[in-house]
């Protein structure tokens, strides 16, 4: 079981990077605006609370998270993913992206396997279906 995370934390970059053993994702605080490489190579972790509002950057946060079989929706402000679910190939179902702050979507969905359908009002979803690397990323 992961700690809880005070309140007025602000960046999680690398926090739980690599504990294997964590199964699910602790709440994260609305002042949360960071969370590259956050729970990178967890590959126990299943269960995902849902994401602060004012998050700008999820680089690599849920990289090769090889359990984890659904993923949060993506808030508004997010700008960063690049590789957020590389490696998840267990990740599977819809997710909603209603951002059109992305900047940078590099490998978001490389060397994931499962039918992933991604939804919502971002102007790049035909880009970000496109990194995925098997065709398995549509957009609905």
Known sequence: TAPAIPNK???LTHTFEGCSSLVKMPNIPQSVNEMDSTFADCTALVTLSTLPDNVLWLNETFKNCVSLTTAPNIPQ??????EMFSGCKSLKGEI???TNSLTNITNCFKDTEQAIIITGSSTKLAELAATANNGNVTVK
């Open 9 to 11: 934390v602000e960046n």
């Open 77 to 82: 402000m997010v700008e960063e993913i690049e």
């Open 96 to 98: 909603t992206f209603n």
